[in-house]
């Protein structure tokens, strides 16, 4: 999941990039023609990146509410060695496991 929202994030930072260089390029568009172009490719990337945000959203949204199941197994062995393995620990290994 961690994979797919960095994919997504990147990809409507891309977007928004491609925005930021249209409206660059329609400022400086010289004629009605010109202008009509940039503004259609304006709407479409404007279009894409509504799609990538809400794809996003949608995902973040499933992450926060995703349910996890865990279990902690210990050895008597385990308790009695000291060896610096906890509930963090365990916690940790979980979470990673979930976003992973």
Known sequence: MKGKLVGLSERLQD?????????????GSETEVE??????Q???????AAALKAQLTNLQRR???SRVSLRIET??????SG?????DNALRRGRERALG
């Open 15 to 27: 977007s928004n990039a491609k925005i930021d260089g249209l409206l660059n390029e329609l400022a």
């Open 35 to 40: 202008r009509e172009a940039v503004e259609a």
């Open 42 to 48: 304006l709407r479409s990337e404007r279009n894409r």
């Open 63 to 65: 992450a926060t509410f």
């Open 75 to 80: 050895s008597a062995s385990s308790s009695n």
């Open 83 to 87: 060896g610096g393995w906890g509930i």
